[in-house]
């Protein structure tokens, strides 16, 4: 009796270990064994099952306890550390430490609505960075609200097929497709609304993916006159040559509305709104009296972007080649842009960003861009590339030559590391807005720890 005792509690302990389709299994081999009786397995399963009824209940039970609306949202956020370093030749060694912050709530009623609300630190003052600097005896730093949008994905109510179409209204991320952050900077965050149309959305063929995306972005109000803004669009095609040969290809027109209010507003000195955070690389007009009057040119961005991906390669796992250019039509002169790189790791595409997933994949990227001093609007281009020197910054990724060098490597399941270095030359000193000296080469630095949840 006590060896059948004995045996049966053994017999229970790995019942409760092994899988559902072994436990069965091991029974019988209990029985067959002589060790328990049919019996004593019956009811040892029988209470196993009560004891599974009873969880499942007691689970119940607490989900019924919690309000409907909990089940609706879903938080996220991320932090990034970031030291960074300049070095040029009349500049003094400087590092600085930097943190970005961000947590945000989706909240879905159901598949055809939600609205999103992220909160972020940083310059209220700056569109292009969400940074903050460890600086001012420890005081408190600003918390802004940096997304706020509904999102509109028509389905079976209105008999369209879900996927269809996506609206965003409100204040919300760049939603296009980039390979870089030479027109639009990865922190802005634009306002007004933005549409797509998915054409096409198949596994099967050459052509995977056709997108049709509109922008109607609000840059501000103005009173007595023509509010600035930027009208745009924008084709995606993806493509699958191959199920290890991918491409993504795209074209987009930008257009920028009555942008001389911005100029007069919030880049003259002498204005009562002067902003001293945005961007001013683009060449001015001013009045007799030196005032700012508008932009030198106006801007019509014309841009092309594209990137060829190849997975499943021996040793590095995936390589990729990506390009971005970039044409203001209503410049006159300097007026061209170009990004060009190539990525080699664990990422598979996008690799000017090289986002890992899982923990102990590793990307490399390598970025040259060339971009002429009216190829884009500086205000919401690329932060990272302002060239500064002891005296003087010219603010604004135009009229600027970088070579961009990025390690990245998943050191723990959602801790990203990263080690990029930035070579900055400004292309045109006579005409830059801040009174620089010399020609000499910028090196920044960034090392960066970044954990998203």
């Known amino acids: 009796m006590r060896r059948s005792i004995v045996a049966l509690a053994a017999g229970l302990a790995v019942l409760a270990a092994a899988h559902v389709s072994r436990a069965k299994d091991l029974g019988d081999i209990l029985v067959q064994k002589g060790l328990i009786t049919p019996e004593e397995l019956r009811q040892a399963r029988e209470e196993e099952k009560q004891k599974a009824a009873a969880e499942e209940s007691r689970r119940d039970a607490i989900v019924a306890k919690l309000p409907g609306w909990l089940s609706m949202i879903t938080p996220f956020g991320d932090l990034r550390l970031r030291d960074e370093g300049f070095y040029a030749t009349d500049l003094k060694g400087r590092n600085r430490f930097r943190f970005r912050a961000r947590v945000g709530l989706s909240v879905n009623p159901n598949e055809e609505i939600g609205a999103t609300f992220r909160l972020a630190s940083g310059d209220p003052n700056d569109p292009i960075s969400a940074n903050q600097n460890f600086q001012n005896v420890f005081t408190k730093k600003s918390v802004n609200f940096d997304n706020a949008y509904l999102l509109f994905k ?137 005032k700012i009057s508008n932009f030198k040119s106006g801007f019509n961005l014309v841009n092309p972007n594209t990137e060829l991906n190849f997975t499943n390669l021996p040793v590095v796992g995936g390589a990729g080649v990506f390009g971005d250019l970039v044409y203001n039509t209503e410049a006159d002169g300097k007026a061209l842009g170009i990004a060009v790189g190539f990525g080699f790791g664990k990422v598979n595409r996008d690799w000017y960003h090289d986002t890992l997933k899982n923990q102990g994949d590793w990307g490399f990227s390598y970025t040259f861009e060339h971009v002429g001093q009216d190829a884009v609007f500086a205000p919401f281009s690329m932060s990272d590339l302002d060239y500064v020197q002891q005296t003087a910054t010219q603010k604004g990724s135009s009229n600027m030559e970088s070579h961009i060098v990025r390690l990245d490597y998943m050191i723990l399941p959602s801790l990203q590391l990263t080690a990029k270095a930035l070579i900055v030359n400004v292309l ?23 954990l998203k949840f």
């Open 154 to 290: 028509p389905g079976k109510t209105f008999h369209l097929e879900p996927g269809l179409i996506t609206v965003w209204g409100g204040k919300f991320p760049v939603n296009n497709y980039r390979v870089s952050e030479m027109v639009w900077d990865d922190d802005l965050t634009p306002e007004g609304f933005s549409e797509q149309v998915a054409l096409i959305d198949q596994k099967d063929s050459v052509l995977r993916g056709l997108r049709l995306l509109g922008y109607q972005w609000i840059i501000d109000e103005i009173a007595n006159g023509g509010d600035p803004n930027m009208i745009g669009g924008q084709i995606v095609t993806d493509l699958a040559f191959t199920d290890d040969i991918k491409m993504v290809a795209a074209f987009g027109d930008y257009s920028f509305q009555n942008v001389a209010q911005v100029a007069r507003k919030f880049l003259e000195p002498s204005s009562s709104s002067f902003n001293s955070s945005l961007a001013n690389s683009n060449r001015f007009s001013r009045f007799s009296d030196g």
């Open 428 to 450: 045109d000193r006579a005409s830059a807005n801040a009174k620089l000296n010399g020609n000499d080469t910028l090196f920044r630095t960034q090392l960066d720890a970044t």
